[in-house]
């Protein structure tokens, strides 16, 4: 574990790029997927997975990765972002995104990524590892969520909400007092409406409450609405009722001897309510070939600098070894 006395100077993001290539991905289902690549063509090969689930993929996440170094894939899960129908929870579950990410990597001529993914990226990433540890030789993983019930339970029942009663109250002053009973399970109800318009201040609400708590020092800047929130609000709620589609509690923990043997680095704000530390040092222990690093000011979100030269310093150093 690194510091905060043994921090090296702070990397900056790379700078903007643009995709050099672009496409919509048919994975069946009647679902396509958004999918670009970034950097340099024959460089050694990466994948960015987007949180959420349901959050599409950013410019930002281009940045991170060496553009003379590196070909870098980025691409919109199943409904959201670009990719198509939007906010599609029908065929929308962990292990079609699994098989997606193996279309993509077929579909582009790639043998091996190294794969980075941040808070639900995290999750995919580690899903991904363990069904097809022999096309991953690293893993960069930034915010861990595993999908456990009790993380579930810290951010929609009882422990963030007791740092953010503000925050809670805006999430939770909508719902009768019966649905504040289960507030998840509540906000996956009203978001199954078929009328977009009739659940937009359902999805608005539902994002505000991950946005407000997202980093350490908030910019203070206007809470974001639209299709965006649509998509994250409905699939991440599809999601977690269903416990992210796993079969047991904290399965990719418990499972960790699948991809273990893997070199890896796990980032960590330590300030992080979204996805407490305590998970990420679980992770850790199971893990002895990944290189753990708390980042002492920040929160949960990749745009905070400390945690964006964390994973910068990973990715440098991944193309390093593997070039």
Request: glycine share 8%; net charge negative; charged share 25%.
């Amino acid at each position: 574990m690194i510091s905060p006395h043994d921090q090296p100077a702070r990397k900056p993001l790379y700078p903007p790029l643009s995709p050099h290539f672009t496409t919509m991905l048919d994975v069946g289902d009647g679902h396509r997927l958004y999918v670009e690549e970034c950097g340099n063509a024959d460089g050694l090969p990466a994948l960015a997975l987007h949180g959420g689930p349901g959050g599409g993929s950013s410019p930002l996440m281009r940045r991170f990765f060496d553009p003379d170094r590196y070909k870098t894939v980025l691409f919109d899960q199943r409904g959201c972002g670009r990719s198509t129908p939007h906010s599609q929870l029908e065929a929308n579950t962990t292990q079609h995104l699994v098989a997606d990410i193996e279309r993509i990597r077929e579909a582009r001529g790639i043998d091996k990524w190294v794969v980075y993914g941040g808070s639900w990226g995290s999750t995919l990433a580690l899903a991904y590892a363990r069904a097809h540890p022999d096309r991953v030789p690293g893993l960069i993983l930034r915010g861990v969520f595993l999908g456990s019930q009790a993380e579930l339970d810290w951010f929609y029942r009882a422990g963030a909400n007791a740092l953010f009663p503000d925050a809670w109250d805006a999430l939770t002053e909508r719902l009768s007092s019966q649905e504040r009973e289960d507030v998840l399970a509540a906000y996956h109800q009203r978001l199954l409406n078929p009328d977009p318009a009739a659940r937009r201040d359902d999805a608005d609400a539902w994002a505000a409450w991950e946005s407000s708590l997202i980093a350490l020092l908030p910019d203070g800047g206007p809470v974001a609405t639209g299709p965006r929130n649509d998509a994250i609000s409905r699939i991440e709620t599809h999601y977690f009722v269903n416990n992210c589609f796993f079969e047991r509690d904290a399965e990719l923990l418990l499972d960790a001897d699948r991809y273990n043997h893997l070199p890896g680095v796990i980032i960590q704000g330590r300030y992080d309510v979204i996805t407490p530390a305590r998970t990420a040092w679980a992770l850790s222990k199971a893990w002895p070939k990944a290189r753990f690093e708390f980042v002492p000011d920040a929160g949960h979100s990749a745009g905070e600098p400390g945690v964006a030269d964390a994973i910068i310093r990973a990715a440098d150093a991944f193309a390093d070894q593997f070039r």
